[in-house]
């Protein structure tokens, strides 16, 4: 038995429940019973089950011995059931009878609410039990290992619709009026993956994929807006199917928009919940980046049915390995069904620098740590989980080769379906199908925080590898070493040359015979690692810059640019750098330099030095932008439209360029009106359009995201709201915020966007009076978030009160995040500081 105080004991197991849910809609609450079948290990007189915000009203064993007393650990949620004499080892049937709250705070059984086609608001029951929130719908074994066999039964009013993680058998009327949905039994499965819904909702026909229905289900009114989903799913079911090798173990597979989610979307066993935008697209109105996020969304809780739902973690420390995996093949299925979109190329641009971003700090923590409490698990749910945590899986994959690797998971998903695992297993498949020592190299990335820098020098006879950690805040007396997989990559004597090195120790001679024309030590970029290299191997890397991959090229631009943010290099080493790319035609690699720019715009910028600033960005940006035009091409590719749409908020909001301004004002205005506006040119005009905006343009925007008829509509408009930097109105948004005006779904983001524009001190200054209202508005796992702007607040007035409110005001749900994003913050006030002079001299002040 553990002596975690939240763990439940090990006498007695359960094997299946028996749940009927009655929710009402109209008081939010509902009353329910459930009937375990339980396996009494040792001889006990007591029966601890988890509970929270529930209140059973009756309790009932098949041997007959009494409930003498039902007592309650609200701390450690829990429920103790005692009986009037010893249950003797063996098989029993609990009955237990119970009511709970259809609470607003987006877990466990919570209320939603969707405006229908009339206008009207119509209520949705809709259900969270990740990570410890089942024991809010009812008592239970609520801990992943206590694995068993549900079936579900809801009642619920007339008109209304019922869906649970298995098919449906049955519907019928009670006497009373109400529909009692009756759904078979679930798959051996973790009390976390339950889920029940109840709404107003339409679906579409079911699709035979492999042998599995699959439907896209939705709130009415939406059912139009479906086929990108559908079409996602069913690519997803068939590529992950064929990669494991392993039929899916589900009766059927659901995909449910919730219009008030936490989280992005939640894998349950057979009935996947979503945040609305993922599956209600628009195809018409979309962006290249909306579109990805439905399919990489939709692949990503897909990959869950087998690792995570089939095979599942003993216990939350666990949890990083299941999101991680998911995470990696959402990235293997979005490349296989739509290869223009270079995802893995997207993936540096995007999910790595998150990850970085945190994993480069002191206060960052290792891949896997020790979970105790229930709100220490919502804090793995972060950059390093996702995406530190599928990087390394990506690196392993690319180092031992993607048949090897897809061997050794194959191999430990059927050594443990239906049961629970811990990182080692995982480690053991792969060790069994790769030559490569994967435990030694993946302990060294799993369990140690941070990650390394390479720094690459010549050497008699070949090229020297150098590791050390990488920090933002450097600190030289940190002696961390990992065992690297490293990819050389280049040429010698004008021959190709590749070579792969795992570098265990400090320093690594790799002989190399004949002479070294360039060497890229990131070869195809999937390390996660920094590269820096000497000097005369820089220089050799930009003359042979046509020879490198568009993945090495986004490397050495990027690790150029987390070199000034640490000090290792100034400013105008990135600034140099991004002129020598003016040709590039690479949207991601425009990413990275519009980034930096806009990293130094807000962080350095003197302001006497601003036109000149700003005529560097259109000198920089000016060119690529007029290849491309403002009206896309018949044959142009979908990231050639994206690149059109960040050229243009670049110009006009780094560059300030008056045409692109007024341009981007006449655009809005043309969509406003109804006018067919390519996807990227409409969002990125909006974007301008708001940084540009004052009280008018404000008041348009949130008319409009009030009555937008679509969530993709709506979450544009709202962050286009959040980007207007006028103080006045600025406040106004968070106003907003509190007065519960915006979803608490999105409080969190909003709160973020106003606080690293250029109003965000005076919103800070506005959040801090009325701090206790702000952290309402974000319930659940969403209040761990709320620390996510304060980063950008580098002035010197702002940022020293920051990290002084913060001690006097801990937010214990976000203790993890706030440490970090102040130690965020110190960076940037360093690079303030130390870059402000160079940026100045450089702009010729």
Not at 147 to 155: E, H, L, N, S
């Amino acid at each position: 038995m553990s002596d975690n105080p939240w763990r439940l004991p090990r006498h007695v197991i359960p094997s299946h429940y028996d749940l009927v849910l009655e929710p009402d809609l109209e008081t939010f609450t509902f009353t329910g019973s459930v009937g375990m079948d339980v396996d009494v290990l040792e001889p006990t007189s007591q029966i601890v089950l988890n509970v929270a915000e529930v209140d059973i009203k009756s309790a009932t064993i098949s041997s007959g011995e009494p409930v003498e007393e039902i007592s309650y650990d609200e701390e450690y949620e829990r429920a103790t059931l005692t009986f009037g004499s010893e249950l003797a080892t063996g098989s029993y049937r609990l009955e237990i009878e119970h009511t709970g709250v259809i609470n607003d705070q987006l877990r466990g059984l919570y209320r939603s609410m969707f405006k229908d086609s009339d206008g009207v608001e119509q209520p949705i029951a809709a259900s969270q039990c990740q990570s410890t929130d089942a024991r809010r719908i009812f008592p239970s074994f609520d801990e992943p290992d206590f694995k068993a066999t549900f079936k579900t039964t809801m009642v619920v009013s007339d008109g209304l619709e019922a869906y649970s993680n298995a098919r449906e058998l049955a519907r019928s009327h009670t006497d009373d009026g109400r529909v009692r949905f009756e759904f078979a039994k679930t798959m051996k499965m973790s009390p976390y993956l339950l889920a029940f819904i109840v709404g107003p909702f339409e679906a579409t026909d079911p699709v035979d994929v492999r042998g599995t229905p699959t439907r896209i289900i939705v709130p009415k009114g939406n059912l139009h807006l479906t086929d990108i989903a559908l079409e996602n799913a069913v690519f997803c079911f068939e590529f992950l199917s064929d990669y494991y090798g392993i039929p899916y173990p589900g009766d059927k597979l659901d995909h449910i928009a919730i219009p008030d989610f936490a989280a992005g979307a939640m894998e349950n066993v057979g009935l996947i919940t979503y945040r609305d935008a993922y599956l209600v697209v628009d195809p018409e109105k979309a962006s290249q980046g909306e579109l990805l996020l439905s399919l990489d969304v939709i692949g990503h809780e897909i990959a869950h049915q087998w690792f995570g739902n089939l095979v599942t973690m003993a216990w939350w420390e666990g949890a990083w390995l299941n999101e991680a995996f998911a995470s990696f093949m959402e990235l293997k299925a979005t490349d296989a069904m739509r290869p223009e979109w270079k995802r893995w190329l997207a993936f540096l641009n995007r999910e790595v620098p998150w990850a970085m971003g945190t994993d480069q700090l002191a206060s960052t923590r290792p891949i896997e740590f020790e979970i105790t409490a229930p709100e220490e698990v919502d804090q793995m749910f972060d950059a390093i989980t996702y995406g530190k945590g599928s990087a390394v899986l990506h690196m392993i994959d690319e180092f031992i080769g993607a048949e090897q690797f897809r061997a050794g998971v194959g191999n430990y998903l059927r050594k443990h379906e239906y049961a629970n695992t811990v990182t080692t297993d995982l480690w053991e498949g792969l060790d069994g199908a790769s030559e490569w020592p994967v435990s030694d190299i993946m302990n060294t990335w799993v369990y140690q925080r941070g990650f390394p820098q390479i720094d690459v020098t010549p050497a008699d006879g070949g090229i020297e590898l150098h590791q050390r950690r990488h920090l933002v805040i450097p600190d030289d007396s940190d002696t961390t070493i990992w065992k690297v997989p490293i990819l050389l990559r280049g040429s010698v004597d004008g021959e190709p040359f590749e070579s792969k090195v795992l570098l265990e120790e400090d320093e690594l001679v790799v002989p190399i015979d004949g002479t070294v024309d360039w060497m890229m030590a990131n070869g195809g970029g999937s390390g996660f690692y920094r590269t820096f290299y000497a000097d005369d191997l820089f220089s050799a890397l930009l003359a042979n810059v046509s020879s490198l991959t568009e993945k090495e090229r986004y490397s050495l631009l990027a690790d150029t640019l987390a070199f000034v943010k640490n000090g290792t290099l100034p400013a105008s080493a990135f600034l140099d750098l991004a002129a020598e790319f003016s040709e590039e035609t690479e949207q991601a690699i425009w990413s990275v330099i519009i980034g930096g720019l806009s990293l130094l715009e807000h962080h350095t910028l003197d302001e006497e030095v601003r036109p000149a600033f700003e005529e560097f960005v259109r000198n920089l940006a000016g060119p690529a932008f007029e290849r491309l035009g403002w009206e896309p091409g018949d044959n142009e590719s979908d990231l050639d439209r994206k690149l059109r749409g960040e050229l243009i908020a670049c110009l006009g909001n780094l560059g300030e360029d008056p045409e692109t301004i007024e341009k981007a004002r006449q655009v809005t205005a043309a969509a406003f009106d109804g006018a067919t506006v390519d996807p990227e040119v409409a969002t990125a005009a909006l974007g301008v359009y708001a940084r540009h905006g004052s009280s008018e343009e404000y008041d348009t925007l949130w008319s409009r995201h009030l009555d937008a008829s679509t969530p993709l509509d709506r979450n544009r408009y709202l962050r286009a709201l959040a980007s207007v930097n006028e103080p006045d109105l600025a406040i106004s948004t968070l106003d907003k915020v509190v007065a519960g005006d915006i979803r608490t779904q999105d409080a969190f983001w909003v709160f973020a966007i106003t606080l690293m524009g250029k109003a965000g001190p005076v919103v800070w200054d506005s959040a801090a009076s009325r701090w206790d209202d702000v952290l309402e508005t974000m319930p659940g796992m969403t209040r761990g978030r709320v620390a996510e702007g304060v980063s950008a607040l580098s002035g010197p007035e702002i940022a020293p009160r920051i990290r002084g409110f913060f001690a006097e005001h801990p937010v214990p749900e976000a203790a993890m995040s706030i440490e970090q994003n102040l130690e965020k913050l110190d960076a940037n006030v360093a690079l303030r500081e130390r870059e402000t002079p160079t940026l100045t001299e450089y702009f010729g002040a």
